[in-house]
């Protein structure tokens, strides 16, 4: 009974070694035809490595590269934001959280004019991550949401003080 015990534990030990395994080569492997100009192929070994492997160390950089293949080459940017959004419900300690989050209100902002959804994420960014270096950028969004770069310059002219100048100038 101890020895089938023992065999058991090894053979369980051994096929979590490989799981982790897998998913770490399985994301070198898409890594490296993201950089052979394969995205396609890239796009289908992270979607792999969300769906077998969701608790390595991987699948939360996998799952964001995922939403930014499919912003850049499915020209996709509704199925970005919601997958960004993903990242940061899924994995929201990890280095991906706040960045996914930051990255999905960009997105329903800039892309897709979804200025509700665009408030919400930068809502719940400002309450999740308010010690993060991105805050004052969120921030900065939340107060020019839904205006055009032409506005937003116009306004930070206008509320900016005016520079007189000195006798020496």
């Given at each position: 009974?101890?020895?089938s015990?023992?065999?058991?534990?090894?053979?369980?030990?051994?096929?979590?070694?490989?799981g982790?395994?897998?998913?770490?080569?399985l994301?070198?492997?898409?890594?490296?035809l993201?950089?052979?100009k394969?995205?396609a192929?890239a796009?289908?070994?992270?979607?792999?490595?969300v769906?077998?492997y969701p608790?390595?160390d991987?699948?939360?950089?996998?799952?964001?590269?995922?939403?930014?293949l499919?912003y850049?080459?499915?020209k996709?940017?509704?199925?970005?934001?919601?997958?960004?959004?993903?990242?940061?419900?899924?994995y929201?300690?990890s280095?991906?959280?706040?960045?996914?989050?930051?990255a999905?209100?960009f997105t329903y902002?800039?892309e897709?004019q979804?200025?509700?959804?665009?408030?919400?994420?930068?809502?719940?960014?400002?309450?999740?991550?308010?010690d993060?270096?991105?805050?004052e950028s969120v921030?900065?969004?939340?107060q020019?949401?839904?205006?055009?770069?032409?506005?937003?310059?116009?306004n930070?002219?206008?509320?900016?003080?005016?520079?007189e100048?000195?006798e020496?100038?």
């Amino acid at each position: 009974m101890r020895r089938s015990f023992l065999s058991v534990s090894l053979m369980l030990l051994f096929l979590t070694a490989c799981g982790d395994g897998g998913a770490a080569d399985l994301f070198h492997e898409a890594s490296a035809l993201e950089a052979n100009k394969k995205p396609a192929e890239a796009l289908a070994l992270y979607e792999q490595i969300v769906r077998e492997y969701p608790k390595s160390d991987e699948a939360p950089a996998a799952m964001y590269q995922t939403a930014v293949l499919y912003y850049n080459v499915q020209k996709d940017p509704l199925k970005a934001a919601t997958t960004y959004e993903l990242v940061s419900d899924t994995y929201p300690s990890s280095p991906f959280g706040h960045k996914a989050l930051f990255a999905a209100g960009f997105t329903y902002e800039n892309e897709l004019q979804n200025f509700d959804r665009a408030r919400k994420a930068y809502d719940r960014y400002l309450k999740e991550y308010p010690d993060s270096n991105m805050v004052e950028s969120v921030k900065f969004s939340l107060q020019h949401l839904g205006q055009s770069p032409d506005q937003i310059l116009e306004n930070l002219q206008e509320s900016a003080p005016l520079v007189e100048k000195t006798e020496g100038q």
